[in-house]
């Protein structure tokens, strides 16, 4: 595994030109991401009238109300909560990433209003809640792969966070069931409770496309015999291992803990090769979104 201490060579900077290419691959991510996430909106959410939360659910809930454009709202909601938050949104970098998705979104949720059908293509209210929801899902996590924010709920999380102290997931819980709720309220409550699934599905998509399927375990190994266990990690598997200090709570010895990182497909080989090596080892095995770093993702192409 790597060394932290050792300095970095010049080959771990990137280049002017592959920064460039990086910064125009985020932007090309956002851009992409604005545009399905307004496909889901017009093909799906806003002809079945699914409210999911967010100033784009505002904006379709005061829509039925005025017929005031849905992308202009969603603009103009966004204003005060960007000013409000753009120090919370991580610097200039990122604030700019998030402005460019809150504006094309905008732009072409009203715009594509000129071509796709106001009854969108389907008539079903389920088809509309899981594919309007996995549509947008994918969009919202094209943007923050993008390391943008779709603004909206977004923001005003971080607003609550940092102001008020509410944890962030619990501040989208808030917003979106008030917006959810006022959907029920404005159309009826069977949209409103789709309107939930859709909040759900969306996340669950969101997640998978800006992190991934956990395709990586990481796995603790206490053992009394952490040479002969790190020994085929090292060199049948080809795994780096690290090997951390422990103290037993009971017994208060000092014990090694090896630390490793495998791929999913890597740990019943992991199992068999500690058990063989010690089979009263304990061992625990959790999931790693993501990792990076050699022998896996390089760090500086993320």
Known sequence: MTDPSRPLSGRHWLSPLRLSWK???????????????????????????LVSGGISGAAQIINAYTAWPIGLMVFLGNVPLFLLGWRYLGGPRFV?????????????????????PAGGVTQDLVLNCLYGGVMLGVGLGLVYRGKGTSGGSDILGRILNHRLGVPIAQSYLMTDTLVVLAGGVAFNWEVALYGLVVIYVSGLAAEMVSEGVSLYRTVLIITGYPEQVMQPILYTMQRGVTVLSGTGGFTGASRPVLYCVVTRAEVNQLKELVRE????????????????????????TH
């Open 23 to 49: 910064i125009l691959e985020d932007y090309l991510f956002i851009l992409v991401g604005a545009l399905v996430q307004a496909l889901a909106m017009r093909l799906f959410l806003i002809p079945a009238r």
């Open 96 to 116: 700019l990433r998030t402005a460019v998705a809150i504006a094309f979104f905008s732009f072409l949720t009203d715009f594509l209003a000129l071509f796709i």
């Open 277 to 300: 090596a010690d089979p009263a080892a304990f061992m625990v095995v959790g999931q790693a979104s993501e990792v990076l770093g050699e022998g896996f993702r390089p760090l500086n």
